[in-house]
């Protein structure tokens, strides 16, 4: 019966969501008799000595929930013998949300028509890739860097100047461009995946004219039924990743379709216990003590 756990946070920057996150889990380990204590991806330390072995500190845990986005630690602690939640390469496809959409293709789920911007370590720009953007994607274009949270670092272009600018801007980022879903402008719906089964979901609105629906940019949960067929669809997603846990934000086509927008391997619970009334760190908690006792 596992009965220790450790919750791995950023040592340099928690946000107040994570830290939200930590304090729920924490709360409902302790109803099924689990500690869980926190530590950082600084205080584990985890490195290579001069054998070319992987050690560390020793952590006394019979699990760790990981809600940090440091790779290599992750990918450290695994190999040292720890189980995560989520585990290494789940987070690592997720994290970069090309991966995510190269991870999920072929596999029958609908997603925006996205391009790849192409790698450049250099001061020139391409203008044959802006012309081949321009003939795969009708104005106005999503622009996203492949990394970032909480709907920073996504645009939306409107004109051909607009993404020369982008381009010549971000030309070192990882980047991608995709189709404006019209459809869905400012609208999604958020569900929370756990096992590879639905646990609860909202849709998110944003009532001041933004695009994205993000809540953290003034979108506004609403506790609703989700459709059947977006469920589906997220749970399929989370399945293919190897989610433990998972928040996916699926968009509204314009025939009602679900079109699979992002997925967030460390999405934050409060706003969406408060919105639907789940108690979603019970089911990922419970979740991982039988993940743990079947080991």
Known sequence: MSNKGICILNAYSILPGAKHFYDRMKEEFSALSISLEKATNAEIFTYLNSEGDLTGKKLDADFILYLDKDLYASYGLEKRGYRLF???????????????????????????????????????????????????????????????????????????????????????APRLYQEFIASSKGMDYRIIVVGGKFVTGMKRINLHGD????????????????????????????????LDYCGVDVLIGPKGEPILCEVNSNAFIEGIEKVTGTNVAKAYAEYIQKTIDRI
Do not use: W
């Open 211 to 242: 695009f994205r629906s993000n809540v953290a940019l003034g979108g506004i949960g609403q506790a609703v039924k989700i459709p059947a067929e977006f469920i589906q669809t997220a749970e399929k997603a989370a399945s293919i990743l190897g």
């Open 86 to 172: 989520n585990q290494a390469r789940p987070v690592e496809l997720c994290d970069d949300k090309m991966r995510t959409h190269m991870a999920l293709a072929d596999h029958g789920i609908k997603m925006p028509k996205t391009i790849s911007g192409p790698l450049n370590y250099s001061l020139n720009s391409s203008p044959e890739f802006v012309e081949n953007v321009e003939k795969e994607l009708s104005y106005p274009i999503v622009a996203k860097e492949n990394f970032g949270s909480l709907g920073a670092r996504v645009y939306l272009l409107d004109n051909h100047q607009s993404l020369v600018e982008f381009e010549d801007l971000h030309r070192f």
